[in-house]
Nanobody, 115 residues
Framework: QVQLVESGGGLVQPGGSLRLSCAASRIMFSRYVMAWYRQAPGEQRELVAEIATDRRTNYADSVKGRFTIFRDSAKNMVYLQMNSLKPEDTAVYYC?????????WGQGTQVTVSS
């Protein structure tokens, strides 16, 4: 069974940084588009950033220039470096792996941006 395990969330002050990690197991990692989504209370889950198998990236307008997604295929890991965090970035962040006809999700990690 495919497993995606997120880590790195926590409480950070506005303007601070966090790096989220997602460890993928039981998956042909190099064949999947990896992505980070987030869901704030009362809101729909939204795409934050994604990285294709050829490492092309796509970002939500709200995080462009502040967040960076990257993947390490040797370790089956995907990361989300988040800088200049804002209170509106507060949400549960989910790792996603998307292949042909399949999509897998992690359990999520809470990110809270507050002073």
């Amino acid at each position: 069974q495919v497993q995606l395990v997120e880590s790195g969330g926590g409480l950070v002050q506005p303007g601070g940084s966090l790096r989220l990690s997602c460890a993928a197991s039981r998956i042909m990692f190099s064949r999947y588009v990896m992505a980070w989504y987030r869901q704030a209370p009362g809101e729909q889950r939204e795409l934050v950033a994604e990285i294709a198998t050829d490492r092309r990236t796509n970002y939500a307008d709200s995080v462009k220039g502040r967040f960076t997604i990257f993947r390490d295929s040797a370790k089956n890991m995907v990361y989300l470096q988040m800088n200049s965090l804002k209170p509106e970035d507060t949400a549960v962040y989910y790792c996603n792996a998307a292949g042909i006809g399949v999509s897998y999700w992690g359990q999520g990690t809470q990110v809270t941006v507050s002073s």
